[in-house]
């Protein structure tokens, strides 16, 4: 038998240098104008380029009769290359940061000013309401750091998120105020003091199951989180290039993380091509990708063949993005509630999901029907996440797969929201809607304030703001202090921030809560032997049961990190964390704890 001759590749060492070179320009982005200019180049020019020498050069050295001619090219090759590549990695980063919080900042404030309501003597001394702050807290905080600073800056953004949610003239009414980021903090301050972990007054004692959730055991929380911390990448993804390299720096760990999803002047073959390098799929299994600036009346978002790997199994994916562009800012009205699948839910999320079944159905149906056998996921992040929570009750309320063909009865459709809005209420479920929520599977990040943002919640919010305003803190001088921090808050007083008051019924304004049979609440316990993070979760109710709150009767918890907790990728670094705990047989970890009543030291387990 005559052996098989295996012919090496002409000058393998060349060959592989030049397809690294072709992969890292192919995922190089520059943000701004320079961005403008490169990234079609990119794609145009030296992507081509770059191919088309990764097959002639090797052939063309492979024939020059010298010896260590390959080894010779490639190390010259690479020496440059490598510069370059040092270069990209240290110039833009800071750029990249700079120009995502800008653009978050500048909409934020302007969707603050589109909502305000002008007053003629407040309008003059206030720029945006409830970003300034009167000069005795200026001239008290002084001597503190950054500290203002800090707040200042949590408070932009979280107004902000508020506007951009459709709260506008109820936002007004609660923050035109000269004392009302004092007011804020001291809230804050009150807030925090009972929030440790470990204690039963921490907000996430307060609203958890004593035990696990019904229809849940620890084989089935393990399957949860495989699957959580796959499709929070997808959540990741429907941002766009900014957010997946800020999910992968923050994996990284102690990284500086960018906290906005969109970079201007990304190609759409970029961002195809990175998504599909993220997301572990190949490019002719994203059957749909939107553009990135988004329109007026529909959410932006990406459809995916997720094909099975390992004990994962297949799915068609619906990836969901967050609003953060201003074609999402919506009108006051639409922050109050409608009629939907027989309860209330936010009106304007509530429209999209409808939008965006009506935009996407025929794809999803045939994307199910050529891929037997696959579940529906819908997933996303924030406005995203309620969109996803909403539509995938109503698919599963109305039946709407069966209805629409006999081959699609069968298909399970779950749903992976992440810092989802509460959305929907209705006061006295039925088995059906229960049966809807069944498999809607919803996480809080430490503080995030958005899955706790509801006109009810504002309202309240705005109530006991005027409570703190109102108490007498004794000398001139003794607020701002309290809000530095300097001088202790009086017992009365912080129990009046704890306690949560109810308000009287408003019609519209239900107490919206999240979707879901239970809410995975994520906090951080520890730090292991590599200062990297480490999380457990607790079960939590979303809407109260009997006596027993859920987390819709909690009020926003005012903090510093209250919107830097939200960003996507933080969710992804708190969910990877559980789950490698989990994985970890040194650890022995659950993952999840329960209230202190029941674990008396609510520890990293």
Known sequence: RMATAVTEAPAP????????????????????????????????????ITSKATEVVPVVVGVVPLPFVDEVGAFAMGVPIGAAKIGYSIIPRKEVDDEADDTVTREFELAFHKTRK??????????????????????????????????????????????????????????????????????GRAQEARNTVGTAESRRAR???????????????????????????????????????????????NKKVVTVP????????????????Y????????????????KKNLVNHFIAIDRPRGKLSGAVVLAIRGTYTL?????????????????????????AANNLWEEVR?????????NPGFDLVVTGHSLGAGTAALLTLKLKYEDILANENDYLKDVKIRCYAYAPPPVYYQKDMSEKIK?????????????????????????????????VDNYPKGIFGSSPLMAAGIKPIPEELSDMVFEDPELEYMDGAEKLAIPAPFVMWMRHVDDDDKGRPMFNTMFCRPQAEGDMKGTNDLNFHIDERMVSDHMNPQYERALNSIRQQMLNRKLKSDGYVFPPKVNPEEEYN
């Not at 945006?128 to 408070?155: H, R």
């Open 262 to 277: 969109l970079v201007a002047g990304s190609s759409e073959k970029a961002r195809k091509r990175k998504t599909c390098k």
């Open 435 to 467: 049966d809807a929520m069944s498999s809607i599977y919803a996480f809080i990040h430490e503080n995030d304030c958005v899955p706790f943002a509801s006109a009810d919640a504002l309202r309240r919010l705005s109530d006991l703001m005027v409570k």
């Open 118 to 187: 002008p007053r003629p003597i407040t309008s003059s001394l206030m720029g945006v309401v409830g970003f300034t702050a009167n000069t005795v807290i200026d001239v008290a905080t002084l001597p503190f750091g950054n500290k203002f600073g800090n707040w200042m800056d949590a408070t932009k953004k979280f107004l902000g998120y508020l506007a951009f949610s459709g709260l506008g003239e109820e936002l007004a009414n609660a923050f035109v105020d000269f004392n009302a980021l004092e007011n804020m903090m001291i809230i």
């Open 327 to 351: 074609s999402g800012v919506k009108t006051d009205a639409a922050l109050y509630s409608q009629q939907f699948c027989d309860g209330r839910a936010h009106s304007g999320i509530a429209d």
């Open 279 to 294: 997301l572990g799929l190949k490019p002719e299994d994203i059957i749909k990708m939107t553009n990135p600036g988004g």
């Open 207 to 253: 609203v958890a199951f004593p035990s696990l959730p019904p229809n849940v055991d620890h084989s089935t929380f393990k399957e949860i989180m495989t699957y959580s911390t796959r499709y929070v990448r997808f959540a990741s993804a429907a941002y766009g290039v900014s957010m997946i390299d800020s999910a992968n720096l923050l994996q990284a760990f």
């Open 362 to 370: 025929e794809e999803v149906l045939r994307a199910l029907l050529d």
């Open 13 to 48: 060492h060349i060959t592989a240098v030049l397809k690294d070179a072709k992969e890292d320009l192919e995922n190089a982005e520059f943000p701004g104008l320079v961005g403008k200019v490169f990234n079609p180049v990119r794609d145009e020019v030296l992507v081509p």
